[in-house]
């Protein structure tokens, strides 16, 4: 099993545009999850989802949107990049919601908005 | 609401010398404790959790937890450090079901010959 996949690995965007990040998972996860991880920070949840159709937002969504059309994937949508959105993006997935649940990460996009 | 606290960014040790990673945690009722590792470029991967019954957690790797109540505690060990277990370290707090896990702010690990 590849586990969960995040494309692209790097990306350096301009100010104002746009980019998706992939995620996919072939664990057939309910839940998946997006997070940032900026220096000193820990990782904050940006979106979740608890199944295909259904999103919510985390701690920090402002500047990003998500949709989950399928199971399988959960991407990311950066609509009008902005400096502050420099970070590494770490997708992540779990069976359920379980309290007790571990997560299952994929190995992270770092991006650079200049 | 629940947090979590590292209060070293970086932990030094040599080689065969035991290790404790230090976490503390603030949440209301019951927690939900997890350790998580990060190799270079990579993501995280879980290590070991602690949800009821001992308080001594043994996870993957050799590593360990012992979470202690009364001193809101669930610091990382290891009784003899390797070179490869350099990574940076998270710990996590879930205190309830449907609530989201909440990451400290991470600690690396240096461990030298």
């Known amino acids: 099993n590849a586990g969960v996949t995040q494309t692209p690995k790097f990306r350096i965007l301009k100010i104002g545009q746009s980019m998706t990040l992939q995620c996919t998972q072939d664990?057939?996860?309910?839940?998946m999850y997006w997070y940032r991880q900026d220096p000193g920070m820990g990782l904050k949840l940006i979106y979740y989802s608890v199944g295909a159709g259904i999103t919510d937002k985390g701690e920090v969504p402002n500047g990003y949107n998500v949709s989950r059309s399928t199971t399988e994937d959960f991407p990311l949508r950066l609509e009008l990049a902005a400096p502050s959105q420099t970070s590494v993006y770490f997708c992540?997935?779990?069976?359920?919601?379980?309290?007790?649940?571990?997560?299952?990460f994929g190995s992270g996009t770092q991006l650079s908005v200049l | 609401a629940q947090s979590v606290a590292q209060p070293e960014d970086q932990v030094n040790v040599a080689e065969g010398n035991p290790l404790t990673v230090k976490c503390t945690y603030s949440v209301s009722g019951n927690p939900y404790l997890f350790w998580y590792v990060q190799y270079p470029n990579r993501g995280l991967q879980f290590l070991l959790k602690y949800i009821t019954g001992d308080n001594l957690v043994k996870g993957s790797y050799g590593f360990e937890a012992e979470f202690n109540k009364s001193q809101t505690s669930f610091h990382l060990k290891k009784p003899s450090a390797l070179v490869s277990d350099s990574a940076l370290y998270f710990c996590a707090v879930r205190p309830a079901p449907a609530s989201k896990l909440t990451f400290g702010t991470g600690t690396r690990l240096q461990v030298t010959l």
């Open positions: 992540a997935s779990s069976y359920s919601g379980s309290t007790n649940e571990k997560l299952f």
């Open positions: 664990m057939n996860h309910n839940y």
